[in-house]
């Protein structure tokens, strides 16, 4: 059974930083494109940041220069570095990533989402 976590989500005040990990664990044999996507009260869930096998990046305009995706394939891990935070950034992030196993490949799997608060 393949799961997506996330974790590292929280308080923060506007201009704070966090760090979200998403960690994937059980039979996986591969691990292709990774991804955030975040969703706020009333509104649809929306890409964040993606990033490829190789390394490729992808972000939403709203968070460049301000967030970092990144990914230790070692640890079957991807993170979102997040910087100057904003009100409106506050939502529930998901994590989103391309699993292979011995059973199936590329299937899109996501994790339980992880919610980002941002208040003074």
């Known amino acids: 059974q393949v799961q997506l976590v996330e974790s590292g989500g929280g308080l923060v005040q506007p201009g704070g930083s966090l760090r979200l990990s998403c960690a994937a664990s059980?039979?996986?044999?591969?691990?292709?494109?990774m991804g955030w996507y975040r969703q706020a009260p009333g509104k649809e869930r929306e890409l964040v940041a993606t990033?490829?096998?190789?390394?490729?990046?992808n972000y939403q305009d709203s968070v460049k220069g301000r967030f970092t995706i990144s990914r230790d394939d070692a640890k079957n891990t991807a993170y979102l570095q997040m910087n100057s935070l904003k009100p409106e950034d506050a939502a529930v992030y998901y994590c989103?990533?391309?699993?292979?196993?011995?059973?199936?490949?590329?299937?899109?799997?996501w994790g339980q989402g992880t919610l980002v608060t941002i208040s003074s």
């Open positions: 990033i490829t096998k190789d390394g490729r990046t």
């Open positions: 059980g039979s996986i044999l591969s691990i292709g494109d």
């Open positions: 989103n990533a391309e699993i292979s196993t011995r059973h199936y490949k590329n299937v899109e799997r």
